[in-house]
């Protein structure tokens, strides 16, 4: 059976997001909505960051309850749904490859050594809609750094769980689980690259890929992995998911771009969740000053 899946939507996000809200509605009065996370609790004071945006911030109810996670459904509502079925306590991460300091660490001592501060990013899916959002957490570099990558290490690989009685979407064929992805190690180490572990001042809801995600704002969102259980060094660019399921569609870089299309609609426009009217999507998300440099002589209509 052929699976619709969201990323093959036509330009009909209007009827899709007020599709999404009614449905949202009718969830929230059965108690269908699992609004939690690792512990749903507020977080100490964070500090502000120069990278963020003083865009409105798109609203609490409407980061956590419309979101791409196909582990949990391929519907938007889906992850809100179900993904209370996933443990996020215990937790650990696999650090492995071209690396002096590989190994097997707990949650608690990933999260030890970095203090909290905020990010506020614009997220633009390459579905054609996008948001603001305040995210909690810390460098990305910070993090790859504990590890001491080799001269060998040109990229960093990514992988969320894999556990379809936790996450049933994965008993569907969707795409090749588990979930990867990858970057470049200098867009890895970029100062903009992210490791989330909360929004709103408050923990990451399993929906929104507690207790630790990827967030790459200058990149299309499904480049921002959920919920990583495995962090790699290699020396040769590694798959990814989308990658593999439909390599003419959703290039290893995935950059934001107007001036190039999806094969199957156009990236010129977008509509901020919350909004009627389109906006222009801009280069690299809004980005291009901090992060062009990165793809100086790189033809990004071939590399896209």
């Given at each position: 059976m052929l699976i619709k899946r969201p990323f093959d939507l036509t330009d009909n996000d209007v009827t899709d997001y007020a599709l999404y809200q009614r449905r949202r509605d009718f969830l929230k009065t059965l108690?269908?909505?699992a609004l939690i996370g690792a512990s749903g609790l507020p977080l100490s004071v964070?500090?502000?960051s120069t990278f963020s945006t003083d865009e409105e911030q798109t609203p609490f109810d409407d980061i956590t309850t419309y979101?791409?996670?196909?582990?949990?459904g391929t519907d938007k509502s889906d992850p809100a749904q179900y993904a209370s079925m996933m443990k996020?306590?215990?937790?650990?991460v696999t650090v492995d490859g071209e690396c002096a300091k590989p190994g097997k660490l707990n949650l608690e001592d990933i999260l030890k050594p970095h203090s909290k501060e905020e990010r506020i990013y614009r997220l633009r899916c390459v579905e054609g809609w996008s948001m603001v959002i305040p995210w909690l957490g810390f460098p990305l570099a910070d993090l790859l750094k504990r590890f001491e990558p080799t001269s060998k290490a040109k990229y960093v690989s990514f992988e969320t769980l894999f556990d379809s009685e936790q996450m049933p979407g994965q008993k569907r064929n969707v795409l090749d689980w588990p979930y990867a992805e990858g970057l470049r190690l200098d867009e890895a180490m970029h100062?903009?690259?992210f490791i989330a572990t909360g929004l709103y001042g408050k923990d990451l809801l399993n929906q929104n890929g507690a207790p630790l995600r990827l967030v790459v704002p200058w990149k299309y969102g499904f480049k921002s992995i959920k919920s990583i259980v495995k962090i790699s060094f290699v020396e040769k660019q590694p798959d990814t998911s989308w990658g593999r399921s439909a390599p003419g569609e959703y290039g290893f870089y995935s950059n934001v771009n107007p001036e190039v299309d999806h094969p199957r609609?156009?990236?010129r426009k977008e509509r901020r969740i919350g909004e009627f009217r389109k906006r222009d999507t801009l280069m690299f998300n809004g980005y291009a000053e901090q992060v062009a440099s990165l793809y100086s002589g790189l033809d990004l209509r071939k590399n896209y």
């Open positions: 108690g269908g909505i964070a500090a502000k979101n791409n996670f196909y582990e949990f996020t306590s215990p937790w650990s100062p903009l690259s609609w156009s990236q």
